[in-house]
């Protein structure tokens, strides 16, 4: 039997989904888009660091998947484990495994880019699902509503064209057999200067809701 694992911001919990809606932006009183550019937003189809933001997206799930419950940045509940986003090239965030808001506190490098999900789900594909099929099944069953990004109160108001699939399975642990696809809205943030940044982002899947709020320190 085919099994949904969906994580909405990280790798918390399991939800089945139903049917598919088009997602719904939440309302974004005139801020304007182009105020990302400064930060480096990155569009689906780019590369970032010569690698598909699809592949990032399954290296994120591996990441996320390497931690102990009681060491892992998708249950921090302050930052104090935010440092271990920190993954070569590449800074990730992480969401929660709650429903209610999450404030962190997070130091990163300035020159890493900042890559996160929204919301995301991930499949685990049964032996005798063909990967192309269990792709279909999870973009029908994706539901997610009331997406938001904002970088110091300023939102971004394309949320939708942040949508990213893996077109095909990927191993979610390295060298064992553990085939998954994945659906999300993600944030890669190529050059976010030194400064301090109030950033938020969340949507809802469901009944589950993420509300995650960074207060982000980028440092040289």
């Known amino acids: 039997m085919e099994i949904l694992i969906i994580l909405l911001i990280g790798v918390g919990g399991y939800w089945i989904v139903k049917e598919i809606i088009k997602p719904v932006e939440r309302p974004i009183d005139n801020k304007q888009t182009s105020s990302f550019k400064q930060y480096g937003l990155m569009k689906p189809g780019e590369k970032l660091l010569d690698i598909d933001l699809h592949e990032w997206s399954g290296l994120w799930w591996r990441w996320a998947y390497t931690f102990s419950e009681n060491r892992n940045p998708v249950a921090d509940m302050t930052g104090k484990l935010s440092y271990l986003g920190e993954q070569d090239d590449i800074w990730y965030l992480a969401g929660s495994f709650s429903s209610n808001p999450v ?3 997070a130091t990163v490098k ?53 949508k990213i699939v893996t077109p095909t399975c990927f191993d979610l642990i390295p060298r064992q057999n553990s085939p998954v696809v994945s659906i999300g809205y993600w944030v890669a943030l190529a050059s976010l200067p030194v400064g301090e940044y109030k950033l938020s982002f969340g949507g809802e899947n469901g009944y589950f809701k993420q509300n995650i709020t960074y207060q982000l320190n980028v440092v040289h």
């Open 103 to 105: 404030y962190r506190k």
């Open 110 to 162: 300035v020159g890493k880019p900042i890559f996160f999900p929204i919301i995301n789900e991930l499949y685990e594909v049964a032996p005798h699902v063909p990967c192309r099929q269990a792709v279909a099944n999870l973009v029908e069953s994706f539901n997610p509503k009331n997406l938001f990004v904002e970088i110091d109160g300023v939102a971004l108001t394309n949320v939708a064209q942040h």
